[in-house]
Protein backbone atom coordinates (compact mmCIF):
# COMPACT_ATOMS: atom_id res chain seq x y z
CA UNK A 1 0.00 0.00 0.00
CA UNK A 2 1.16 3.75 -0.34
CA UNK A 3 -0.32 6.34 1.24
CA UNK A 4 -0.08 9.85 -0.58
CA UNK A 5 -1.09 13.04 1.06
CA UNK A 6 0.23 16.25 0.89
CA UNK A 7 1.83 19.23 3.21
CA UNK A 8 -0.31 22.19 3.97
CA UNK A 9 1.76 25.61 4.44
CA UNK A 10 2.09 25.42 8.06
CA UNK A 11 3.79 22.23 7.52
CA UNK A 12 0.82 19.62 8.51
CA UNK A 13 0.06 16.14 6.74
CA UNK A 14 -3.45 16.01 5.27
CA UNK A 15 -3.96 12.38 4.18
CA UNK A 16 -4.76 12.13 0.17
CA UNK A 17 -5.47 8.56 -0.70
CA UNK A 18 -3.92 5.14 0.21
CA UNK A 19 -3.26 3.15 -3.01
CA UNK A 20 -3.83 -0.84 -3.64
CA UNK A 21 -1.54 -3.06 -4.72
CA UNK A 22 -1.45 -2.76 -8.51
CA UNK A 23 -2.56 0.79 -8.68
CA UNK A 24 -0.75 3.40 -10.61
CA UNK A 25 0.23 7.11 -9.87
CA UNK A 26 2.76 9.80 -10.67
CA UNK A 27 1.74 9.20 -14.63
CA UNK A 28 0.11 12.98 -14.77
CA UNK A 29 3.08 14.93 -13.15
CA UNK A 30 5.67 12.57 -15.25
CA UNK A 31 4.04 13.44 -18.80
CA UNK A 32 3.26 17.14 -17.98
CA UNK A 33 7.04 17.47 -16.28
CA UNK A 34 5.83 18.78 -13.46
CA UNK A 35 6.34 17.94 -9.72
CA UNK A 36 4.11 15.91 -8.06
CA UNK A 37 2.02 17.68 -6.09
CA UNK A 38 1.75 15.27 -3.07
CA UNK A 39 4.37 12.70 -1.52
CA UNK A 40 3.98 9.35 -1.60
CA UNK A 41 4.86 7.12 1.00
CA UNK A 42 5.03 3.19 1.58
CA UNK A 43 2.58 2.09 3.89
CA UNK A 44 3.40 -1.53 4.16
CA UNK A 45 5.94 -3.73 2.65
CA UNK A 46 5.74 -2.66 -1.38
CA UNK A 47 7.43 -3.25 -4.75
CA UNK A 48 7.77 0.11 -6.91
CA UNK A 49 7.88 0.10 -10.64
CA UNK A 50 9.72 3.49 -11.64
CA UNK A 51 8.86 4.70 -15.17
CA UNK A 52 11.12 7.27 -17.14
CA UNK A 53 8.70 10.41 -18.89
CA UNK A 54 10.39 8.79 -22.27
CA UNK A 55 9.30 4.96 -21.74
CA UNK A 56 5.61 5.52 -20.62
CA UNK A 57 5.45 7.96 -23.59
CA UNK A 58 6.73 5.34 -25.73
CA UNK A 59 4.07 2.84 -24.33
CA UNK A 60 1.39 5.55 -24.96
CA UNK A 61 2.51 5.32 -29.03
CA UNK A 62 2.72 1.54 -29.60
CA UNK A 63 -0.06 0.79 -27.27
CA UNK A 64 -2.99 2.94 -28.35
CA UNK A 65 -5.41 1.85 -25.91
CA UNK A 66 -3.04 2.62 -23.13
CA UNK A 67 -4.19 6.49 -22.99
CA UNK A 68 -7.77 6.34 -22.94
CA UNK A 69 -6.58 3.95 -20.05
CA UNK A 70 -5.13 6.29 -17.75
CA UNK A 71 -7.81 9.10 -18.78
CA UNK A 72 -10.03 6.06 -17.27
CA UNK A 73 -7.62 5.93 -14.17
CA UNK A 74 -7.26 9.79 -13.33
CA UNK A 75 -11.23 10.40 -13.93
CA UNK A 76 -11.47 7.26 -11.30
CA UNK A 77 -9.21 9.17 -8.97
CA UNK A 78 -10.70 12.69 -9.38
CA UNK A 79 -13.87 10.89 -8.36
CA UNK A 80 -12.19 9.66 -5.55
CA UNK A 81 -11.05 12.49 -4.17
CA UNK A 82 -14.10 14.71 -5.04
CA UNK A 83 -16.02 11.91 -2.59
CA UNK A 84 -13.27 12.18 0.19
CA UNK A 85 -13.95 15.83 -0.30
CA UNK A 86 -18.08 15.46 0.52
CA UNK A 87 -16.82 12.67 3.30
CA UNK A 88 -15.11 15.48 5.31
CA UNK A 89 -17.77 17.88 5.48
CA UNK A 90 -19.76 14.85 7.44
CA UNK A 91 -19.96 16.78 10.75
CA UNK A 92 -20.29 13.27 12.44
CA UNK A 93 -16.75 11.58 12.89
CA UNK A 94 -18.34 8.03 13.66
CA UNK A 95 -20.08 7.81 9.92
CA UNK A 96 -16.62 9.07 8.53
CA UNK A 97 -14.40 6.21 10.18
CA UNK A 98 -17.15 3.50 9.66
CA UNK A 99 -16.92 4.28 5.93
CA UNK A 100 -13.03 4.35 6.29
CA UNK A 101 -13.25 1.16 7.70
CA UNK A 102 -15.44 -0.13 5.02
CA UNK A 103 -13.61 0.62 2.72
CA UNK A 104 -10.57 -0.72 4.29
CA UNK A 105 -12.00 -3.83 4.56
CA UNK A 106 -13.35 -4.01 0.95
CA UNK A 107 -9.94 -2.46 -0.18
CA UNK A 108 -7.65 -4.40 1.56
CA UNK A 109 -9.38 -7.07 3.60
CA UNK A 110 -9.04 -10.80 3.33
CA UNK A 111 -12.52 -12.63 3.73
CA UNK A 112 -12.68 -15.38 6.19
CA UNK A 113 -15.54 -17.30 7.81
CA UNK A 114 -16.53 -15.22 10.29
CA UNK A 115 -14.92 -11.71 10.07
CA UNK A 116 -13.71 -9.59 6.81
CA UNK A 117 -9.97 -9.13 8.27
CA UNK A 118 -8.22 -6.00 7.46
CA UNK A 119 -4.29 -7.33 7.33
CA UNK A 120 -3.16 -3.61 6.85
CA UNK A 121 -1.00 -2.41 10.50
CA UNK A 122 -3.03 0.56 11.03
CA UNK A 123 -1.86 2.47 14.01
CA UNK A 124 -4.56 5.07 15.74
CA UNK A 125 -2.38 7.73 14.55
CA UNK A 126 -2.50 6.99 10.60
CA UNK A 127 -6.55 6.29 10.98
CA UNK A 128 -6.75 9.98 12.95
CA UNK A 129 -5.08 11.35 9.92
CA UNK A 130 -7.14 9.52 7.03
CA UNK A 131 -9.79 11.21 9.35
CA UNK A 132 -8.69 14.96 9.83
CA UNK A 133 -9.27 13.86 13.56
CA UNK A 134 -7.46 13.42 16.77
CA UNK A 135 -5.66 10.24 17.88
CA UNK A 136 -7.32 10.54 21.30
CA UNK A 137 -11.34 11.15 19.74
CA UNK A 138 -10.19 7.95 17.25
CA UNK A 139 -8.76 5.53 20.06
CA UNK A 140 -12.19 6.33 22.18
CA UNK A 141 -14.10 5.85 18.89
CA UNK A 142 -12.72 2.17 18.26
CA UNK A 143 -13.11 1.57 21.81
CA UNK A 144 -16.29 1.72 21.27
CA UNK A 145 -16.37 -0.14 18.16
CA UNK A 146 -14.84 -2.82 20.25
CA UNK A 147 -16.72 -3.03 22.92
CA UNK A 148 -19.98 -2.89 20.80
CA UNK A 149 -18.24 -6.36 18.78
CA UNK A 150 -18.23 -4.52 15.37
CA UNK A 151 -14.28 -4.74 15.07
CA UNK A 152 -11.89 -7.17 16.57
CA UNK A 153 -8.13 -5.43 16.85
CA UNK A 154 -4.69 -7.23 17.29
CA UNK A 155 -1.33 -5.69 17.07
CA UNK A 156 -1.46 -6.74 12.88
CA UNK A 157 -5.17 -6.82 12.11
CA UNK A 158 -8.21 -5.54 12.16
CA UNK A 159 -11.70 -7.82 11.59
CA UNK A 160 -14.99 -6.79 10.95
CA UNK A 161 -17.48 -9.27 11.80
CA UNK A 162 -19.80 -10.93 9.07
CA UNK A 163 -22.99 -10.28 10.96
CA UNK A 164 -26.06 -9.49 8.99
CA UNK A 165 -27.80 -7.15 11.84
CA UNK A 166 -24.98 -5.06 12.61
CA UNK A 167 -22.99 -3.86 10.16
CA UNK A 168 -19.94 -1.37 10.22
CA UNK A 169 -21.28 0.64 7.38
CA UNK A 170 -23.38 4.08 8.11
Known amino acids: AVKLSI ?8 FVDLLEPGQWFGDVPLLAAVPAPYEARTWAPSTLLLMRRSTLRELLAAHTEMGPALL ?4 ERS ?5 QLVEQGEPLLERRARRLLSQLG ?17 TQSQLA ?5 SRQRINEFVNKLERQGEIRR ?10 PTRSITP
Open 7 to 14: RGAAGREQ
Open 72 to 75: RLNW
Open 79 to 83: VRLME
Open 106 to 122: SRFGTRRSDATRITLSI
Open 129 to 133: LMLGS
Open 154 to 163: SQQHIDIPHR
